[in-house]
């Protein structure tokens, strides 16, 4: 067995490590000194990409009541992101807008993924709506600067899957964050609502584009290694011209190699 790091050694020592990595962060960006996107205006007049991200999906034997109060979250923060203007040289920070998520501003435990497996937190949830605002960013050219995954481990059956495994986003407090910039010459703007069923978004734009861009799975298939299951596949971007309909360009944005950790009976899996 390893050496077990100081934040594994109790409930104690977690959470100085904690601390200690959110001023890191806060220290990090008082000396970079960067532009972030906090003013809010009227929606703007282009849409470049909307999608609807369902809240409560079947997710293994996750408690229903964690679905609930995701819903509940997500009801919370959204007005925080909704309407948010970055201008041109701004960095949109998901956590600088949306702040802590504690119970004090009624948030509530939802669901969490850590290490490998599913668990409850207060504030759960959040991964979903920066899964949403990552999917809608994919299709602009906005160039994303923070990006964390937890796609090693394949957590849950799909379904009703509506983007590609692989594209999601993990976050916490304030230190694994998502973050874009806006490098153009344009304003671009996020509208989010939460209704009965969906959390909501629209990308939209100061004006037109000239490119549009497309999502795609490859090669996606299930292998067994050593005993082992693993989702497998490859996920690119297409950026076409949007006068022409030809594809300029190509980029393979993951290559997935995540373990599966549901019961794999039923699935066409490759042996190796």
Not at 93 to 119: C, I, P, Q
Request: aromatic content about 10%; proline content about 3%.
């Amino acid at each position: 067995m390893g050496r077990r790091l100081f934040c594994q050694l109790s409930p104690t020592a977690y959470r100085i490590s904690v601390e200690k990595n959110r001023m890191q962060r806060r220290l990090k960006d008082m000396v970079t000194k960067k532009a972030f996107a906090k003013q809010k205006g009227q929606p703007l007049p282009v849409t470049i990409y909307h999608h609807g991200s369902l809240i409560r999906r079947t997710l293994g034997n996750v408690d229903p009541c964690l679905q609930e109060n995701k819903a509940t979250n997500l009801a919370i923060a959204a007005p925080q992101i909704s309407h948010i203007l970055i201008c041109p040289g701004e960095t949109f920070s998901f956590w600088k807008l949306v702040g802590n998520t504690t119970a004090k501003k009624g948030y509530r435990e939802g669901l969490v993924l850590k290490g490998g497996h599913s668990d409850s937190g207060i504030g759960g949830g959040m991964c979903q709506f920066t899964n949403l605002i990552h999917w809608m960013v994919l299709h602009s050219d906005l160039e994303i600067v923070e990006h964390h995954h937890h796609d090693e481990f394949d957590l849950f059956p799909d379904f009703g899957r509506q983007v590609p495994f692989g594209t999601g986003t993990s976050i916490f407090y304030n230190y694994l964050d998502y973050r874009f910039y806006n490098g153009t010459d344009r304003t671009y703007q996020l509208v989010v609502t939460v209704d009965a069923a969906y959390l909501r978004g629209e990308l939209r734009c100061s004006e037109s584009v000239e490119f549009s861009y497309h999502i795609e799975a490859e090669k996606e298939k299930f292998v067994r290694e050593d005993g082992i299951v693993y989702r497998a596949g490859e996920v690119y971007r297409s950026k076409v011209d949007k006068k022409t309909g030809e594809t300029v360009e190509k980029q393979l944005l993951r290559k997935n190699h995540a373990r599966v950790m549901y019961d794999t009976t039923g699935l066409e899996i490759e042996e190796t």
